[in-house]
T-cell receptor, first 114, second 113 residues
Framework: GENVEQHPSTLSVQEGDSAVIKCTYS??????FPWYKQELGKGPQLIID?????GEKKDQRIAVTLNKTAKHFSLHITETQPEDSAVYFC?????????????FGTGTSLTVIP | SQTIHQWPATLVQPVGSPLSLECTVE??????LYWYRQAAGRGLQLLFY??????ISSEVPQNLSASRPQDRQFILSSKKLLLSDSGFYLC????????????FGAGSRLTVL
């Protein structure tokens, strides 16, 4: 099965600096890689995703890169703000006739220091 | 877009009591449905998923069960709760076979005392 590893588990940055979270996956058949932001006591919210036919995707201050050869993908947040503080999860997924499966990393707790 | 409703939002139950958490989905038909559990400070553990009415797959054997009586309804149950069942339970949905985007509900926090 798929194994997704996520690093670091905790990350503190000064407001305005950049934050980078990295994930690796093991199944070369995985073709969809979403990132979720989870605020305390709430359900995870999709913030950006990338499919295997694309190497990079950007949405304002958030970007994701994918290296299929190395089987790793990363989340980049620029000009961080205090409201970016949350737990971030990466995931890998592939199409399946029995239902798409999503394999999550263990999460990164990001703290943006004002 | 999909909207997922979960209830109750919080629940405190004694050990040995039954459990029923409900989830309904709006805005899509024939969704794939998922139950995840999140222990305090930890990641997301897939418990059950369903690709259709009455079709349930279990990822982790334990004293929980799931049912899907209607296309957009997913229920998580237990006959007798254990202390270790405490956690944050999340229902999630994709908009049908072949669709990847996974949407989560707001979660149900269960405390077993």
């Amino acid at each position: 099965g798929e194994n997704v590893e996520q690093h670091p588990s905790t990350l503190s940055v000064q407001e305005g600096d950049s934050a980078v979270i990295k994930c690796t996956y093991s199944d070369s058949a995985s073709n969809y890689f979403p990132w979720y932001k989870q605020e305390l006591g709430k359900g995870p919210q999709l913030i950006i995703d990338i499919r295997s036919n694309v190497g990079e995707k950007k949405d304002q201050r958030i970007a994701v890169t994918l290296n299929k050869t190395a089987k790793h993908f990363s989340l980049h947040i620029t000009e961080t703000q205090p409201e970016d503080s949350a737990v971030y999860f990466c995931a890998a997924s592939k199409n399946s006739n029995t239902g798409n499966q999503f394999y999550f990393g263990t999460g990164t707790s990001l703290t943006v220091i004002p | 877009s999909q909207t997922i409703h979960q209830w109750p939002a919080t629940l405190v139950q004694p050990v040995g009591s039954p459990l029923s958490l409900e989830c309904t989905v709006e805005g899509t038909s024939n969704p794939n449905l998922y139950w995840y559990r999140q222990a305090a400070g930890r990641g997301l553990q897939l418990l059950f998923y369903s690709v259709g009415i009455g079709q349930i797959s279990s990822e982790v054997p334990q004293n929980l069960s799931a049912s899907r009586p209607q296309d957009r309804q997913f229920i998580l149950s237990s006959k007798k709760l254990l202390l270790s069942d405490s956690g944050f339970y999340l229902c999630a949905s994709t908009s049908g076979s072949g669709a990847n985007v996974l949407t989560f509900g707001a979660g149900s926090r269960l405390t077993v005392l």
